[in-house]
């Protein structure tokens, strides 16, 4: 089987992806990834810490269920502190899991593009991570994927799997560090939400200006499962490409989608998220909060309705804070049905100056106004959310605001 | 307290107050009635400061100062503030934001929202969803917060039913101090559509205001008698 995969993805080593601008793999170095047990010494400096707990972990890891920690190639720290939960290197998850095998790039195709090819190719580890049957693990597990060294590719593949009746709650930050100037992070994510499961997944980013951003997610919901995705990249990157696909495959399965994204000049992030609803009953939501303040963004959606009785809505809501920016939203609606019931709505512009107007007739100042406007506009309250992870989403944007205005 | 002279104001090259002269002096309250779209709204919006009313001549003081430049959020802090007839909605921003923003006396915003049975929309978006009374009663509670000493208020009668106007009008009085055993210091400027506001609130004097011009003043309540008699016709051809 390993065998067939690795063919398809020599195939498509020089496919290039269907959205986002084409990155030359080449120009980035492949570390070695000959290493299978997690380092014993912390090789964090001070700086790689501030960084990292900008991006939403926290390095104690006291509080957590399980953390997972990676830099660059090499596994820096891997644990799970509750019965029932599991989490592992993903090499290691495959040698003792053959089961494993099934799943594997099964949500994801592994020739979808150069960057699948290359993730398989020069497989560099990634976590996996596991809630058994019937297992509630309420408290967040965290999870870090570091960059350390300049110019170089990380190409990771990441498992997560919620069995039937579990619940996880993953927060995950990705970041770089400060002498980090340009790099190309390839994330492969697959998410299996069994029977009745919960799993919600809080991914905060924290690039370099120079990096390059290309995850492959992959998410396949069971009857009455239940996937929450909330994304946040705040920080300046040269480019961010990825378009999850959801299916929704069970009866009852639920998938819900929120994003948060500031383009700063020189910054082109190309997001969004599709969820195809395959079974009637079935219910998602994608919502998009983007502001420029002087880069590109592309606002994707797409819902693509199978079968009767399934409902969803899309939303792109775009601010343009500086006219050098561009967002261009593109909310797309594909019913199979006559019983689907689908709706978008999208919205581009800037800040309404009655509004601003408004708040300053009350006292603030110009700048007060439009960061109060702003910081409205940013406040996505998912539901379902554990309190905890909701905190690091408003730490993070509370953070950016500074820089934005 | 309030000093117009000679205001003229247009909107996107349109011209909208043509030469008005108006005072208030400090306890007083004054009623603006007019047909629509005879600039009353633009006054007060330009008594505000709002950037798209430019004025073209003349000049506002207020408190003795000429405010005539001034940005809006400076006058609101020198004591001038505005309950919108229209108010925007803004989305993700809270109305308990907007309250503690406004309240500058620090004083509990929940038992204000109790009193006038608001508490359930102070977590909400500010008039997002908002009924047309729900979103005078937040103007209103707003400015009790805010405490100007002049209180300016564009048509807080429409849209409200008659239960919440007695309620409103509770409110409007304690803005304008309209109490017996206290000597008023706030200023009030009223638009006033329909004249309902004249059963809940003292006014000391009034103007009818047509196609930018004042062309009446005198008693609030003998003048709204006349409008109602003879419309507001009668008002170009008489010039008191």
Redesign the interface.
């Known amino acids: 089987m390993s065998e067939v995969r690795k063919t398809r993805a020599e195939q498509a080593k020089e496919k290039k992806a269907a959205f986002g601008s084409d990155v030359d793999l080449l120009k980035y170095q492949l570390l070695s990834n000959h290493q299978s047990d997690p380092l014993e010494l912390d090789p964090l400096t001070n700086e790689d810490r501030v960084k990292i707990i900008q991006s939403g972990i926290d390095l104690d890891g006291q509080d957590k269920a399980g953390t997972f920690f990676q830099t660059d190639h090499r596994i820096v720290h891997c644990s799970a502190k509750q019965p029932g939960l599991e989490v592992l290197p993903t090499a290691q998850a495959l040698a003792e899991y053959p089961w494993l095998e099934e799943l594997y790039w099964q949500a994801v195709p592994v020739d979808a593009d150069k960057y699948t090819a290359q993730a398989e190719l020069h497989f560099q580890n990634g976590y996996f991570i596991r809630a058994l049957e019937g297992q509630r693990v309420t408290t967040p597990i965290q999870a870090c994927l570091y960059m350390k060294h300049d110019n170089t590719a990380q190409n990771v593949h990441n498992i997560v799997i919620a069995e039937e009746g579990s619940e996880l709650n993953i927060i995950t930050g990705c970041a770089t560090a400060p002498s980090l100037q340009s790099g190309i992070h390839i994330g492969i994510s697959e998410f299996y939400v069994k029977r009745g499961a919960k799993l919600s997944f809080t991914m905060i980013h924290d690039w370099a200006e120079e990096v390059m951003v290309r995850p492959r997610s992959g998410i396949i919901v069971e009857e009455d499962g239940l996937f929450l995705s909330n994304y946040v990249s705040l920080r300046p990157v040269r480019s961010l490409q990825m378009y999850p696909t959801t299916r929704l495959i069970g009866s009852g399965a639920v998938a819900r989608f929120h994003s948060i994204l500031l383009a700063p000049p020189g910054c082109e992030l190309d997001t969004g998220a599709r969820v195809v609803l395959e079974a009637s009953h079935t219910r998602a939501e994608i919502v998009s909060r983007t502001i420029t303040t002087g880069g590109v963004i592309k606002a994707r959606g797409h819902l693509v309705g199978l079968k009767p009785n399934v409902k969803a809505h899309l939303e792109c809501h775009g601010l343009i804070l500086a006219d050098e920016g561009i967002i261009h939203a593109i909310p797309e609606l594909e019913g199979h049905k006559s019983g689907v019931e689908m709706s978008h709505e999208a919205a581009v512009g800037k800040i309404a100056e009655e509004e601003i107007e408004y708040l300053m007739a009350r006292g603030l100042t110009e700048e007060e106004a439009t960061a109060a406007i702003v910081r409205g506009f940013l406040n996505v309250q998912i539901e379902g959310l554990p309190p905890e992870l909701q905190a690091k989403v408003d730490e993070a944007i509370e953070e950016s605001e500074k820089s934005m205005l | 307290m309030l000093e117009i002279n000679d205001l003229w104001v247009d909107i996107n090259g349109k011209e909208v107050l043509k030469g008005v002269n108006l005072t208030i002096p400090a306890g007083e309250t004054h009623i603006l009635f007019g047909k629509n779209g005879s600039g009353k709204s633009s006054l007060l919006m330009t008594i ?1 400061g ?3 009313y430019k004025v073209r001549q003349g000049r506002i003081s207020f408190k003795g100062v000429d405010i005539t430049k001034l ?3 400076e ?3 020198m004591g001038i ?2 309950a ?1 007839q229209r ?2 909605s ?5 109305t308990r ?2 309250f503690n ?2 309240n ?1 006396h620090s004083v509990s915003c929940d038992e204000l929202a109790d009193k006038f049975n608001f508490s359930g929309l102070l977590e909400r ?1 500010l008039n997002v969803g908002f009924s047309g009374g729900e979103m005078k009663k937040s103007e209103l509670l ?1 400015l009790l917060l ?1 405490d100007p000493d002049l209180v300016m208020l564009d048509e807080p009668e429409s849209g409200v039913d008659l239960e919440n106007l007695q309620v409103l009008g509770k409110a409007m009085n304690k803005l304008l101090e309209k109490y017996l055993w206290r000597t008023r210091a706030k200023s009030g400027l009223v638009i006033s559509h329909l004249g309902f506001i004249l059963n809940y609130i003292e006014a000391d004097a009034g103007y009818v205001l047509l196609d930018g011009r004042i062309h009446c003043h005198g008693n609030p309540r003998e003048l709204f008698k006349g409008i109602q008699r003879h419309g507001y016709q009668e008002c170009v051809s008489c010039q008191r």
């Open positions: 505000m709002f950037r798209r940005p809006i959020h006058r609101a802090k503030g505005m919108f108010p925007p803004i989305r993700g921003v809270k934001e907007v923003v406004c500058i978006e707003q805010q």
